[in-house]
């Protein structure tokens, strides 16, 4: 690897620096000590030191139980987790998009949040009816529904399949939403179908078009 510019203070040399021995860190796993870093990147010992302390104080790096090499630290996961949450985001988003390919309707993502509904992926095409209201009022939608359900199932163990709502909120057409669910069955989020009234009659026929991408939605989610 090419030596790096020796540290000075303000200059964008300083990051680089200190970026490259993150890396180095990285890839040569715990336990690389000081001196191997300045050799392989080609930086002054003192440099190599300075970086590393500043590194382990704002827990980036720590130093292994014998003082001498170091490894990754707390902060270095948090961000890996951050990056893994938001490429299951943007899966996620394929997901439902995709759906929406298939479906005679609105297709709607939200996730349950202390005891709140918050959309996070409404389909632009069949806008939610009354964003304020679902949001604040958990018995006016089917997402809604579907989260009071669960809280009842508490006390009373029974599963959830699906949740409706019929012209409460628009007159002549209705929703169904679904659980996703994480690994440990934990109601995370709901996806709902917006349709017009007449075609909820065949409840089962909609919840197996979209309990795939329930599935799937909930190994992604419980990521973010």
Known sequence: MNAIPELSGRQPGAVHSALAVLEEVARSGPGITAQQISVRLGLPRATAYRLLNLLVQDEYLVRMPDLRGFALG?????????????????????????????????VHLAVYREGRVVPVDVDPDFPLSDPKR??????????????????????????????????????????LAVPVRGEDDRLIAGLALALPAARLADRDGLVSLVADTAIRLGSLLQRV
């Open 74 to 106: 707390r902060k270095v996961a948090e961000l890996a987790d951050v990056a893994q949450a938001q490429d299951a985001a943007a899966t996620a988003r394929e997901a439902v998009t995709d759906l929406r390919t298939h479906i005679r309707g609105g």
């Open 134 to 175: 679902i949001g604040s009022d958990l018995s006016v939608s089917a997402l809604g529904r579907l989260l009071l359900a669960e809280q009842a199932a508490r006390t009373v163990p029974s599963p959830t399949r699906y949740a409706t709502q019929e012209g409460e909120l628009t007159p002549g057409f209705g929703c």
